[in-house]
Nanobody, 117 residues
Framework: VQLQASGGGLVQAGGSLRLSCAASGSIFSIQRTGWYRQAPGKQRELVAL???????YYEATVKGRFTISRDTAKNTVYLQMYSLKPEDTAIYYC????????????WGQGTQVTVSS
C-alpha cells in the first residue's frame, strides 16, 4: 500500500480545510486508516481513524470539529476540519494498517496545516 496525502495549507482561525489520503496497491487489505499530526517539539499523535467497517475514532480535542470519511470508489480517506484553532497547526500524516497474514504499517508523506490567529 502506498499513501499520498494532500490538502494542507494556511488558514485563519475558525476556517476549514479538507485533507485527502489516496491509497494505492493492496487496498483491499487495509484494516484502518488514520490521520496523525506532529507539532514542533511534540510527539506525533493520533487525530482520527476509520476502520474498514467504517468505525471511527476521534481524539478528544478534535471531536465535533473534525470528520473522517472515506470514498471507496476513489480509494481515498478524507479529514474534514472545521473551526480550526492555532493549536491545530502541525504536519498531518496519514497512516494505513494493512495486510492479512502479516500486518503492515504504512505512512504517507506529511502535509502542513498552519492556522493563524
Amino acid at each position: 500500500v502506498q499513501l499520498q496525502a494532500s490538502g494542507g495549507g494556511l488558514v485563519q482561525a475558525g476556517g476549514s480545510l479538507r485533507l485527502s489520503c489516496a491509497a494505492s496497491g493492496s487496498i483491499f487489505s487495509i484494516q484502518r486508516t488514520g490521520w496523525y499530526r506532529q507539532a514542533p517539539g511534540k510527539q506525533r499523535e493520533l487525530v482520527a481513524l476509520i476502520t474498514s467497517g467504517n468505525t471511527t475514532y476521534y481524539e478528544a480535542t478534535v471531536k465535533g470539529r473534525f470528520t473522517i470519511s472515506r470514498d471507496t470508489a476513489k480509494n481515498t480517506v478524507y479529514l474534514q476540519m472545521y473551526s480550526l484553532k492555532p493549536e491545530d497547526t502541525a504536519i498531518y500524516y496519514c497512516n494505513a494498517v494493512w495486510g492479512q497474514r502479516v500486518v503492515y504499517n504504512t505512512w504517507g508523506q506529511g502535509t502542513q496545516v498552519t492556522v493563524s490567529s
